[in-house]
């Protein structure tokens, strides 16, 4: 019995020993892991971009096309033409930037395409157009070049938050008006 006692040790130190060894064995697995991922990460961006250039995107069947601007709740355009499936991620880009023209890419995955307003203001479906905008909470006057580069041409006194509901929800999207004297006719009816 005495000889028992000196070995009771031996287990308890087996096990603690075990752990530790698989402790530093998974520790030492995942720095490797860790580091063989930065190492892959690495790949110089023109070679990847050169590479996505020539290889196929491979779009699922049934990717949807999203728009979401700023601070607002995206809105499915549609799914992808079958003529997109099979092409790189550049020709799609191209055909949807002359599908959409005051679109631009913001994300693309195998399953879902988003678009945002071109980042230059851009708007070909309001060129020579005018629009009454809620700008920093009061009414502004744009015109729209035959481009659809949005150029401020007044900022009123007109505060947003003194007008009726309706029309408040009328300048979230903005009143697009076919010339300046439409433009100006309307704001006088907010300013009465």
Wanted: charged fraction near 30%.
């Amino acid at each position: 019995m005495k000889n028992m006692d000196n070995y009771r040790w031996i287990i308890p130190s087996l096990i603690a020993l075990g752990v530790i060894l698989l402790s530093g064995g998974i520790f030492i697995g995942v720095k490797s892991y860790e580091t063989l991922e930065a190492n892959n990460t690495k790949v110089d961006n023109t070679t990847q971009k050169n590479l996505s250039s020539k290889q196929k995107f491979k779009l699922d069947e049934y990717c949807q096309i999203w728009l979401q601007d700023d601070n607002e709740i995206p809105v499915m355009l549609g799914k992808v033409n079958e003529d997109l499936l099979n092409k790189t991620e550049d020709e799609i880009k191209t055909a949807l930037k002359e599908k959409y023209p005051d679109k631009e890419v913001s994300t693309m995955n195998k399953y879902q395409i988003i678009l945002k307003t071109s980042e230059d203001g851009t708007d070909l479906s309001k060129a020579n157009k005018y629009t009454l905008e809620n700008e920093d909470g009061y009414i502004s006057v744009f015109k729209y070049n035959k481009e659809g580069k949005k150029e401020l041409v007044e900022k009123t006194s007109i505060q947003i938050k003194s007008l009726p509901k309706s029309v408040q929800e009328e300048l979230k999207d903005a009143i697009v008006l076919d010339n300046e004297d439409d433009a100006y006719s309307r704001l006088e009816d907010f300013g009465s």
